[in-house]
T-cell receptor, first 115, second 113 residues
Framework: AAGVIQSPRHLIKEKRETATLKCYPI?????VYWYQQGPGQDPQFLIS???????DKGSIPDRFSAQQFSDYHSELNMSSLELGDSALYFC??????????????FGEGSRLTVL | AQSVAQPEDQVNVAEGNPLTVKCTYS??????LFWYVQYPNRGLQFLLK??????LVKGSYGFEAEFNKSQTSFHLKKPSALVSDSALYFC???????????FGKGTSLLVTP
């Protein structure tokens, strides 16, 4: 079965650079979520989108932005990168609450290292 | 609002023994509760959920959880632990917004041979 696809899987950037992560949800899933998990930390919810509109906002820094496109894929843009942004970034997708049962399907993550 | 607490940072169990990973919840209204597992350097995987219905919920990999309203608990259990069950386990509520799951502090399960 198709899963959530994230790219790139690994990314190395310098401080103050910009990075873009991509997420392709499971077909028919219309809701996308982004999470950040630092080393030894719990996953922190950043932001989510439903039908291309932001649906919920978590602890996403102002330097980060995200959007969901017409084909439902999503991109997380991170600017002015800091050392503390080094983390595993997960994307998850789900059916909308009215259609699904609330469970999230996670990708394998994109590991960002900021030097 | 819905929130959960996992009182144990780590649980150690010998292979073949039963395991329990604890979760208590605090909700207003009907709780929607989930268990997820995370293996090292992998994404979280859904194990099971409680929405309504039977208090005993069966999930993936032989896990089950019992919803106990009087004790406001939703403990994860397995009759016989495997070494491959060693992972990080998260209990999570569904937010009132209906979309986001906030994963709090998980519990690290270590199953020793």
């Amino acid at each position: 079965a198709a899963g959530v696809i994230q790219s790139p899987r690994h990314l190395i950037k310098e401080k103050r650079e910009t990075a873009t992560l991509k997420c392709y949800p499971i077909p028919r899933h219309d809701t996308v979520y982004w999470y950040q998990q630092g080393p030894g930390q719990d996953p922190q919810f950043l932001i989510s989108f439903y039908e291309k509109m932001q649906s919920d906002k978590g602890s996403i820094p102002d330097r980060f932005s995200a959007q969901q496109f017409s084909d439902y894929h999503s991109e997380l843009n991170m600017s002015s990168l800091e050392l503390g942004d080094s983390a595993l970034y997960f994307c998850a997708s789900s059916l909308s609450l009215g259609e699904g049962t609330g469970e999230l399907f996670f990708g394998e993550g994109s590991r960002l290292t900021v030097l | 609002a819905q929130s959960v607490a996992q009182p144990e940072d780590q649980v150690n169990v010998a292979e073949g023994n039963p395991l329990t990973v604890k979760c208590t919840y605090s909700v207003s209204g009907n709780p929607y509760l989930f268990w997820y597992v995370q293996y090292p350097n992998r994404g979280l995987q859904f194990l099971l959920k409680y929405i309504t219905g039977d208090n005993l919920v069966k999930g993936s990999y032989g896990f089950e959880a019992e919803f106990n309203k009087s004790q406001t608990s939703f403990h994860l259990k397995k009759p016989s632990a495997l070494v491959s069950d060693s992972a990080l386990y998260f209990c999570a509520p569904y937010s009132n917004s209906g979309y986001a799951l906030n994963f709090g502090k998980g519990t690290s399960l270590l199953v020793t041979p």
